[in-house]
């Protein structure tokens, strides 16, 4: 009778929990498997859409990210920070008066016609770009139209405040931001950032952000994927004039983690002023005490003199990881005659060997070795359809939940969601690659069940995760922010760095 009756609590729950799968399909997979398991009914059933590649590769993804050992207690970030005036790219060229023409790049923009040149240039390659607008007066008339443009939205910005506020999202992380920060700026940031009083500014600076969705057209011009366009008249980033206060700031802080940003918003000065700034730059991470990592976040550039003297001038030697996308890592390997430097321009999905060999590159040419007293051990690249990183053997742990972290938050945050969403996801990443051309590479089959790819080239270790894309993306600016620094916020740096 006992027998009989347990037999029948088991089915009366067991009806219970698959009626929770009928009413409630959007409950997190791993909630139903824990109901199911704890009242011990048997292997637990599979969530609907489980099965799909998107649902085995989340779930993966999922069991792989666990914390460091040693986690980050006070991270110091700077030094650029704007408010992003965020809208339609299209919108805004129709509301200037401005006519679909021929595209075309410009690395200063001088007038409108340039901005609507450059604009549909990288919206007909679905690529993210970032240029200077040199006059002042114009800048100002084109952002008072964007920023009081129906539906135009007011965001953090900047690569380091943009950082800082996803650091600050970790509420037992202490996190300091120095930057030009107006009251705007001040207003929007998470009440977990710390910004020192001489940080403080009467006026914002301001970024327009230029979105166009996957299939938008301008003329002749159809965009292959969502991305944007972002361009601004910065000076006081331009200058990188919070890099003392940033500096001062340490001694005091005390971090444990120091991420360095906007490097790339000198394109706008003279070379000669771009020469000194550098020379401080390297002095100023050289007075951080030893055993404190230093990030670099690279962003868009189109000046091959200035990103050589970056890379040159010890900056690379000096800092201890670097963050960058696909467009920023084939212009350095351009600009310091590094592999594949005569490819013009990537050809749809960027080709895993070549990135893999660039990558490789730095790290030999530019990297720590027993005969190179650099500091540079960590590369974080990403693009829309995967990310790697690839890290000099004995410097740094936790990289394959590093690597997978940040892709997971590629496809919240596109799609602003809390978790992944595999009806509003899709996996877009290469089947099958090589993890070489310059070398006889593996050839690489990708398998949903086991999404961190692993391999290693003479002292450094590649990982490898597709990304899962957003269909239909909300918000694309800050992505490369959030995955740096999701993937930092998962690693550890061993105590003899």
């Not at 607008?133 to 100002?140: G, N, R």
């Not at 202490?174 to 929007?188: D, T």
């Not at 055993?291 to 976040?297: A, F, W």
Request: charged share 20%.
């Amino acid at each position: 009778m006992a027998l009989w009756r347990g037999s029948a609590c088991a089915g009366l729950l067991a009806l219970a929990v698959g009626c929770v799968f009928l009413l409630e399909p959007e409950l997190p997979g791993s909630a139903l498997r824990s109901l199911w398991s704890s009242l011990r009914l048997g292997p637990s059933p599979v969530p609907p859409g489980s099965l799909s590649p998107e649902g085995r590769l989340a779930a993966a993804w999922d069991a792989l990210i666990v914390q460091p050992a040693r986690r980050w207690r006070r991270v110091a970030v700077g030094v650029n920070a704007c408010v992003d005036v965020v809208l339609s790219g299209v919108k805004l060229l129709q509301a200037l008066g401005l006519r679909p023409g021929n595209g075309r790049d410009h690395a200063v923009l001088h007038s409108r016609n340039d901005l609507e040149e450059a604009f549909v240039h990288f919206m007909g390659k679905g690529a993210a770009a970032e240029r200077f607008f040199s006059d002042k007066e114009a800048f100002h008339d084109v952002a008072q139209i964007a920023s009081e443009f129906p539906g135009a939205q007011h965001y953090v910005g900047g690569n380091a405040a943009l950082i800082g506020q996803k650091f600050a999202a970790n509420s037992d992380l202490k996190v300091l931001l120095c930057g030009p920060v107006g009251p705007k700026l001040h207003e929007l940031l998470d009440d977990n950032v710390f910004v020192p009083p001489e940080s403080l500014q009467e006026v914002d600076e301001f970024h327009l952000i230029l979105e166009y969705q996957a299939g938008e057209e301008w003329g002749q011009f159809k965009a292959p994927h969502a991305n944007r366009f972002i361009f601004s008249h910065d000076l006081s980033n331009g200058a990188m004039n919070m890099l003392e206060v940033f500096v001062s700031s340490l001694e005091e802080f005390q971090p444990d983690l120091v991420v360095l940003s906007g490097l790339h918003m000198m394109e706008g000065q003279s070379k000669e002023l771009q020469r000194k700034r550098l020379l401080e730059v390297v002095t100023s991470i050289s007075d951080i005490p030893t055993g404190v990592p230093v990030h670099l976040e690279l962003a868009s550039m189109t000046n091959r003199e200035l990103l050589n003297s970056i890379v040159h001038q010890q900056v690379f030697s000096a800092v201890t990881s670097l963050g960058l996308n696909e467009q920023e890592l084939l212009f350095l390997s351009q600009s310091v005659s590094g592999p594949h430097a005569s490819l013009s321009s990537w050809h749809g999905v960027p080709d895993v060997g070549m990135v893999s060999d660039i990558l490789f590159w730095i790290l030999k040419e530019h990297g720590r070795s027993k005969s190179r007293a650099s500091d540079l051990t960590r590369i974080h690249f990403h693009t829309l359809v995967y990310h790697i990183l690839a890290t000099v053997d004995g410097h740094w742990a936790n990289q394959l939940a590093a690597v997978a972290a940040g892709a997971r938050v590629a496809g919240t945050q596109a799609c602003a969601t809390e978790t992944i969403d595999t009806s509003r996801v899709s996996l877009r990443a290469p089947q099958e690659f090589m993890t070489s051309h310059s070398e006889a590479g593996s050839r690489i089959t990708l398998n949903p069940n086991k999404p961190v790819v692993e391999w290693h080239r003479e002292g450094i270790s590649f990982y490898f995760t597709p990304v899962l894309v957003c269909k239909d993306p909300i918000r694309t600016v800050g992505l490369g922010d959030a995955i740096s620094a999701e993937g930092l916020f998962y690693s550890e740096v061993y105590p003899h760095f």
